[in-house]
């Protein structure tokens, strides 16, 4: 074969069979070949070009390994944020946070509260991931407790601040209470609040079970509580601004007894358990006495609990009725007449035997058409002229509502999800009758509060 067959200048090309190495050393048997001088290489080229192409795998095996590093940590943290484990950045949701609570997601309930050890109830709260602090933790988050926000019967509470800058309010539960005691309203309340989630519910954000220190989290609420926000009159609060509250507070307690897994009955419903936030959303908070309750429990339950002047009848006749969420319900009637008056219910110091008790008063001026009097009254504000229908039919829907709420036997009051649609406008409010005959008895009521009061409340749509 021709050398210019390959287009090369050599003589005769080298056999297939003949290797370089043989070419160089001049092997006697081989062929003789024609080799450039430019074609061979030294050892050590040889050497670096292996080199080079190492090197050049390697780099793309870290970029590899570097890149698969980066996918495992996005994972991860889309598993953490879709899963819900405990992170310190909380941010205040308002209404946009959700207020569906799955059926995998349930309660515990009083009885596991009750007979667990406080040991075997944290372990329990930690798979749900609420973040634990420790007392050291609190203590520098608050100043040491530098700033009180309020006290109660279970302990006080102390404005703090997280490492991320989200205000918080520490209820730190009073040990003087004895140890069992204060486990059980720690137990209550986290074990309340660890799965709810709703607009109208403060939020838990953490607890600490420490040696000396029983405390429990939750976010700050700028505006305080529902009370100090009402009662103080010297601002004036519109029909709007009054409506929304009772609105959000109703909503609040339609999801702690229907939209549940567990009802849940909250048994202090009163101004200073709502506390409103920078936009006056209201949330209800304090679930120390709360009861979780399976749906086929609710009805075995005989207890006194929760606050004089919001209680229901069945609950100071203890023994006489079952407890249900209806005693909750008529905590709300009673927390509606402070909403429409901006007053305490009971005034002493009103200058009118008649005036001293609120709700009384409310349902004398019902009767009489005059309830733009008792806003008149009551506020210290004049009403304008313009606004004046608009308070007369807030007014009226919101007294209407409080009455039926309050009706003497359970079967009577709406449940929570009829006074949220009552007051959103979207059902038919029926004639209220006297609801107060077993504490203020009257001739003219008696008779339509004998033949109606024990009868259960039938609602039409408005349409």
Known sequence: ??????GSPFDSPCPPSS?????????????????????????????????SSYLTIALALSVLSIGAIFVKVYLVYKCIKEKGLPSI????????????????????????????????????IAREKPIRFTSLQLEGYTQRRSAE????????????????????????????KGDEVTEQQFMSELGTLWRTNHANLIRLIGYCFDDGMRALVYEFMAKRSLDKYLFDRKHAVGSTTLLAIAVG????????????QKKIIHYDVKAGNVLLDDSLTPKLTDFGIAQLLSRADAASVHAARGTFGYMAPELIRVGTAPVTEMCDVY??????????????????????ESHRWLPLLAWSMYEDGRLLDLVKECHHHPVAAADEERWRETTERMCKVAFLCVQEQPEARPTMS???????????????????????????????RSDSASEPLIISIDT
């Open 19 to 51: 290797s370089v190495m043989e070419l160089i050393m001049g092997n006697k048997s081989s062929t003789h070949c024609i080799v450039p001088k430019n074609s061979l290489k030294s050892d050590s080229q040889v050497m670096a070009d292996l080199f």
């Open 1 to 6: 074969m021709s050398s210019r067959f390959f």
């Open 418 to 448: 009829m006074v949220v649609n009552m007051l959103e406008g979207h059902l038919e409010i029926p004639p209220p009758v006297y609801p107060f005959g077993w504490m203020y008895p009257s001739h003219d009521h008696e008779a339509s």
């Open 149 to 176: 926000l309020g006290a109660g019967g279970f302990g006080a509470v102390y404005k703090g601040m997280l490492p991320n800058g989200l205000d918080v309010a520490v209820k730190v539960l009073d040990e003087g």
């Open 89 to 124: 950045n909380v941010k205040n949701t308002g209404h946009g946070m959700a207020a569906e609570l799955t059926a995998a997601a349930p309660l515990l309930p009083d009885s596991i509260i009750r007979n667990t050890t406080i040991e075997n109830f944290l372990d329990e």
């Open 331 to 352: 905590s709300f009637g009673m927390l509606l007449f402070e909403i429409i008056g901006r007053r305490r219910n009971m005034d002493n110091g009103a200058t009118e």
């Open 249 to 260: 507070v109703a909503r609040g307690l339609r999801y702690l007894h229907d939209e549940c």
